[in-house]
């Protein structure tokens, strides 16, 4: 992890840099409901982006990371712009972000580290974006002008994506990885922006998360031309958004052609599943909100078609096995990682079941963690 003696070998001698962290995201259900403007309903995890951050007494951001290779540059007093090396284009994204909103931006020395397996789906690039916002308001001085905040600074950090990484993300990941709160899922309405915090501080329940470690990309295509087909789905049925549909209208609309009426079918059944599962939690019944993440993960795979044969088969695996209550795929899709929702005290047998019947399957390992819902982005140093 980045510390002091660490981030002097990266940048010289001299003032003890600050430290800031930002953690990855799971989400329980509500899974590409966030560009529909419908309802999220994610936690923070224990793994996390850490940046150590230094001021500098000129206008220039060098940024590194432990990682990765190369070094990323930006001057506060010019239009930044995307370049080498790729992944430094996240945080050159934020910076030009605050350089625009006419936040009191300093130059900066920033060392990234993470604990987030990239492409997994668990929002490091969220991470990344969120941290990069915190460290640079360290270094900036805090307090001393405009500095975006809560939904206003996640809108920052999703268009750095959108602009600097030609990602088409939603608001989902910058809102939970900055508003999380530990011991608690967060409902989010994505067309208010309002979020409503739900606890899920049970210490009889873990989320197990699985991951694939097959490597997804958003920008590959798969993602836009879902969110595609919503936006023309929409347009058929007379709504702004798949939000404002219903199922009825749905099945009913004669000019949908097949697959626009299957995505909207999934999108207007998960906005529901998630208000539903929002309840449930906040009653305790984690049997009802394994049901509705089953019933997610069946209509992510046959109706929005973003499952793949790695995730089904950890989903099959964990159904009906003692101790859980659902499982689903979370995230984009396409790999990436798959969570369990479990009793506590069958964690280790159920993680072990799933671990060696992927194993079997596909012939290498599944790495799994257990997690709890952990507190969004913070200064920690
Ligand atoms: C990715 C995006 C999110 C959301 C999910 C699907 O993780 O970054 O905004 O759309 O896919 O729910």
Redo the contacts with the bound molecule.
């Keep these: 992890m980045v510390n002091e003696s660490r981030f002097h070998c990266y940048f010289g001698p001299g003032e003890a840099p600050r430290v800031v962290r930002a953690p990855g995201r799971v989400?329980l259900i509500?899974?590409?409901?966030?560009?529909n403007d419908g309802f999220?309903l994610p936690i923070a995890i224990d793994r996390q982006m850490r940046a150590c951050v230094r001021p500098r007494a000129d206008r220039l951001v060098r940024v590194r990371s432990i990682g990765a290779d190369g070094e990323g540059r930006a001057d506060l007093d010019a239009p930044v712009e995307p370049g080498e090396p790729r992944w430094a284009n996240y945080v050159l994204g934020v910076i030009e972000g605050l350089r625009r909103a006419g936040a009191p931006l300093r130059g900066a020395d920033l060392l990234l580290d993470s604990t987030i397996p990239t492409g997994g789906?668990l929002?490091s690039s969220?991470a990344l974006t969120v941290a990069t916002a915190l460290a640079m308001r360290l270094a900036g001085g805090e307090g001393r002008g405009p500095w975006p905040e809560g939904m206003a600074l996640a809108r920052l950090c999703q268009h750095a994506e959108h602009a600097f990484a030609g990602?088409p993300?939603?608001?989902?990941?910058p809102s939970i990885v900055l508003l999380a709160r530990a011991g608690a899922a967060m409902l989010l309405d994505c067309r208010t922006g309002e979020p409503r915090h739900v606890p899920l501080a049970d210490p009889g329940v873990v989320v197990l998360v699985c991951d694939t470690q097959v490597r997804h990309e958003?920008n590959d295509g798969g993602?836009a031309a879902r969110r595609a087909q919503c936006e023309s789905a929409a347009a058929k049925l007379g709504v702004a958004a798949l939000r404002d549909a219903g199922a009825r209208q749905v099945e009913a609309c004669g000019s949908l052609t097949d697959v626009e009426r299957r995505r909207a079918r999934h999108v207007v059944g998960e906005i529901a599943r998630t208000v539903e599962a929002a309840a449930a939690l906040q009653r305790g019944d984690y049997a009802a909100f394994g049901r509705l993440m089953d019933a997610s993960h069946a209509s992510l795979r046959d109706d929005y078609e973003v499952s793949c044969g790695e995730l089904d088969a950890i989903v099959e695996a964990a159904a009906g096995r003692e101790g859980v209550y659902g499982a689903r795929m979370t995230?984009?899709?396409f790999g990436g990682c798959a969570i369990i929702l479990a009793r506590r005290d069958a964690a280790d047998a159920v993680a072990d079941a799933v671990a060696s019947h992927y194993q079997a399957a596909y012939g290498r390992r599944c790495p799994i963690f257990a997690t709890r819902p952990a507190a969004g982005a913070s200064v920690v140093g």
Aim: hydrophobic content about 25%; overall charge negative; glycine content about 28%.
């Design positions: 989400n509500g899974e590409h409901t966030d560009y999220v789906g929002s969220a990602t993300c939603g608001i989902m990941d958003l993602y995230g984009g899709g």
